[in-house]
Structures are given as structure tokens and as C-alpha cells.
């Protein structure tokens, strides 16, 4: 009923920047949280950045400083501005959406596909 579609991965020099993208469509009546997550191999996935709603934001520590995140909410998009980046950084990359749908009261997570994020030094 809904998808989200990211977009913006790729092969980075260290010290490089890149802009995520992910693309909310389908039964959408609101968007309430929007994030962004990351797992590289052989670890956990990991929240990297929320915005809420109204505009929010919380970052992992390991980002401050260095990630932006923001959101057109006309748009149902959210953005991950990623600056300074290092192989640390390397993983993929899951938009990540909580969306209240069509005909329900109720608020659903929502997954993009994931997109690779490569720091190479």
C-alpha cells in the first residue's frame, strides 16, 4: 500500500559528500516520523537520523555535525545530506517511514529497498 523508494547511493572518496533521497507513495493520508538507518556488513542495523513531523531532528552521534537530514513533506520525501564522509560511513542505507494509510486509524512502518553507500580511502 505504500513504497518507499530511495535513491542517491554510489562510490564516494573519502572526505566526499553524497545526498539521499527516498520517495514516499501509495495510500498515504500522513507522515508522521521519517529516517534514515544504516547496516554495515556484519553489524546491526543503526539509526542514523529522524526528522519528525514538525520538523525535528535527531542524529546518531557518530553523524553530528556532518549529516543533515530534512523533508518535503509535499512531497512525502526525505533527504539525508551526508558531508565529510569516511569508510566508516560505508553500509546501506534504509529510508525508514511511519505513515498513517487510507482507510485506517492507524500508523505503519514502512521500509525502502536500501541503497549502498561506498567511502573509499
Known amino acids: 500500500q505504500v513504497q518507499l523508494v530511495e535513491s542517491g547511493g554510489g562510490l564516494v572518496l573519502f572526505g566526499g559528500s553524497l545526498r539521499l533521497s527516498c520517495a514516499a507513495s501509495?495510500?498515504?493520508?500522513?507522515?508522521?516520523?521519517m529516517g534514515w538507518y544504516r547496516q554495515a556488513p556484519g553489524k546491526q542495523r543503526e539509526l542514523v537520523a529522524v526528522?519528525?513531523?514538525?520538523?525535528?531532528?535527531n542524529y546518531a552521534d557518530s553523524v553530528k555535525g556532518r549529516f543533515t537530514i530534512s523533508r518535503d513533506n509535499a512531497k512525502n520525501t526525505v533527504y539525508l545530506q551526508m558531508n565529510s564522509l569516511t569508510p566508516e560511513d560505508t553500509a546501506v542505507y534504509y529510508c525508514?517511514?511511519?505513515?498513517?494509510?487510507?482507510?485506517?486509524?492507524?500508523?505503519?512502518?514502512?521500509w525502502g529497498q536500501g541503497t549502498q553507500v561506498t567511502v573509499s580511502s
Open positions: 501509495g495510500s498515504i493520508v500522513s507522515i508522521n516520523n
Open positions: 525508514n517511514a511511519k505513515v498513517v494509510i487510507r482507510r485506517s486509524a492507524y500508523e505503519y512502518t514502512y
Open positions: 526528522i519528525t513531523g514538525g520538523g525535528n531532528t
